[in-house]
């Protein structure tokens, strides 16, 4: 079967680094996304990764390794408003999204 | 804002009642989506429309109905729930259905359901 693992909860304090990893086994690979879910809003995009090797979009980067089924989000600078679920979500070879059930990440001041 | 809109934003229902979701989106997408989101499980794909024709309904009970008149509106007809239905329901869109290049879906706030 398709599987996507990622932790439940972290916690980081507020201008600190915080790394979200994401494994996962599919049919297949067409690419890797990281959302951002604030409670009781939309998912939002941040990023897609389908090629080895970091991809950095200001405050946070986003890492995948094909060979190893692995990715991480990086958070650098933590901000309050960075409390919020993180969706790892992989699309496999028939372009469906496999989506991971996400990282809920507590700021504490 | 991301372009994409759901009315309502919450709803309680009981065992017996019919109801609908609606969605629009307002960014010329060709594809739009519907997804089941309960608390700490995956997103679950419910069904695809890609220009107004049903292309995927992944084993989701007929007491679920979508409609899809026309490339901007996405209805959820709901009839004889149960309550392990009650859960966050998203809809969403994507400029195509699928295609190579990490199309991106773009996401309402989705209706909190409650069945009873």
Not at chain 2, 40 to 60: A, Q, T, W
Not at chain 2, 64 to 75: D, M, Y
Request: aromatic share 12%; charged share 20%; hydrophobic share 35%.
């Amino acid at each position: 079967g398709q599987n996507i693992d990622q932790p439940t909860e972290m916690t980081a304090t507020e201008g600190a680094i915080v790394q979200i990893n994401c494994t996962y086994q599919t049919s297949g690979f067409n690419g890797l996304f990281w959302y951002q879910q604030h409670a009781g809003e939309a998912p939002t995009f941040l990023s897609y990764n389908v090629l080895d090797g970091l991809e950095e979009k200001g405050r946070f980067s986003s890492f995948l390794s094909r060979s190893k089924g692995y990715s991480y989000l990086l958070l650098k600078e933590l901000q309050m408003k960075d409390s919020a679920s993180y969706l790892c979500a992989v699309m496999d070879s028939n372009y469906q999204l496999i989506w991971g059930a996400g990282t809920k990440l507590i700021i504490k001041p | 804002e991301t372009g994409v809109t759901q009315t309502p934003r919450h709803l309680v229902m009981g065992m017996t009642n019919k109801k609908s979701l609606k969605c629009e989106q307002h960014l010329g997408h060709n594809a739009m989506y519907w997804y089941k989101q309960s608390a700490k499980k995956p997103l679950e794909l419910m069904f695809v429309y890609s220009l107004e024709e049903r292309v995927e309904n992944n084993s989701v009970p007929s007491r679920f109905s979508p409609e899809c008149p026309n490339s901007s509106h996405l209805f959820l007809h709901l009839h004889t729930l149960q309550p392990e239905d009650s859960a966050l329901y998203l809809c969403a869109s994507s400029q195509e259905w699928q295609i190579e290049g990490g199309e991106t879906q773009y996401f309402g706030p989705g209706t909190r359901l409650l069945v009873l």
